[in-house]
């Protein structure tokens, strides 16, 4: 069975973006570009909610991805994605499947396919979603030097609370740091 | 000059306490108890507010209890050693070594760090907020716990302007408590 992890770069004051999707505090340099090459090299499929999805498409296969950051725009380019979205009509990026219902069920079947790890990029509203279905096998939050003040939690819909075990922790030369976490289910 | 450090335990989701002011998620293990032991030796002056002054006073007593451990008791005893300034309109008295302070936040602090001494430790979210605002802060320290707590009171409080900081430590403990320690990036700043 293949995991499911979710990445997200977060400020030091908990959100996920700040007021108006603004992601300009995003603290990136070769370091991180390189760990992002590594890490999307290890995805199977890219799993996405309507506002991040839209958000991704309108840049990765555009000319300016390919020139800042051609090799993880080949990949998201290429990889297997699936959208979840009542509203959305269609999908239109490339390798894009999208889903409307039953979303657990959906998950459970990819899981069980094989194939490298399922991956979730942003999506905060999917992702509470699917930390209740208890479907996320590991959380790899980013936390960016950087106090913005305001904006979108990113565990917002999160009103329970949620054990979680520390896997490892890795500093990065601009100040970044990735804390991996897996539920804790005992 | 000495700074003033803000830090607190905090949930991945950055609250310092639950809904209902809960603190049970917290873990204070042997290993990090002695580590908080160390930090608060290079301690000179407790700032808090009201809130937190009164949370912290359990410190007062505990040491009488025999039956406390001595990473407990060393801390009750540490604690009790620093002078501490409690920023309140609202309270009439403070306990032992403590001095109440009811205005101009900013000209008080601003003398205390001239002064010769140790570092000032800050408690509580809604003094940080004053704090913050003055940009009287010089380090920040989260220690974070593994534990997506969901809603209560949120360590940094909403703010106008980004602050820049630059990372000094990430410590990880055994217990899966990391703590992030963060200057001011003032250099940066707009």
């Known amino acids: ?186 | 000059m000495r700074k003033v450090i803000y830090s607190m335990f905090v949930s991945l989701d950055g609250f310092i306490a639950g809904p209902n002011k809960e603190l049970d998620w917290h873990i204070i293990d042997e290993e990090l108890h002695r580590f908080v032991n160390d930090q608060e030796r290079a301690i000179g002056t407790y700032l808090y507010g009201r809130r937190m002054y009164e949370v912290m006073s359990y410190w007062q007593t505990v040491d009488t209890n025999p039956s406390s451990p001595a990473h407990v008791i060393e801390y009750a005893r540490i604690w009790q050693s620093i002078p501490k300034i409690v920023f309140s309109k609202t309270l009439k008295q403070v306990g032992p070594n403590a001095k109440l302070v009811e205005d101009n936040i900013a000209e008080e602090i601003a003398k205390l760090k001239e002064q010769p001494g140790k570092d000032m430790a800050l408690g509580g979210a809604g003094i940080a907020l004053t704090f913050m605002r003055l940009g009287l802060i010089d380090e920040y320290g989260l220690y974070v716990h593994p534990v997506i707590v969901g809603d209560g009171t949120p360590m940094f409080p909403s703010l106008d302007d980004k602050i820049n900081l630059r990372l000094m430590e990430a410590r990880t403990f055994s217990s899966g408590v990391v703590l992030l320690r963060y200057q001011p990036d003032r250099k940066e700043a707009k």
């Open chain 1, 1 to 186: 069975m293949r995991n499911l992890f979710a990445f997200n770069m977060v400020t030091l004051d908990g959100f996920f973006e700040g007021p108006n999707h603004d992601i300009s505090w995003h603290n990136v340099d070769d370091e991180f570009n390189q760990f992002a090459i590594e890490q999307t090299s290890t995805v199977g499929a890219i799993l996405f909610g309507r506002a991040t999805y839209e958000g991704m498409a309108s840049y990765w296969p555009t000319p300016a991805a390919q020139s800042d950051d051609p090799i993880v725009a080949n990949l998201m380019n290429t990889l297997p994605k699936v959208v979840f979205s009542r509203t959305l009509q269609k999908a239109e990026w490339n390798n894009t499947r999208l889903i409307k219902d039953n979303v657990a069920e959906e998950i459970l079947k990819m899981k069980q396919e094989p194939g490298n790890d399922l991956a979730v990029f942003g999506s905060a509203n999917l992702l509470s979603s699917l930390m209740q279905m208890n479907l996320v096998d590991e959380h790899r939050v980013l936390v960016n030097p950087v106090l913005i003040g305001s904006g979108t939690p990113l565990f917002r819909s999160i009103k329970q609370r949620v054990n979680l075990k520390l896997v490892k922790a890795r500093t990065f030369k601009s100040g970044n740091v990735l804390l991996y976490y897996q539920p804790d289910k005992k």
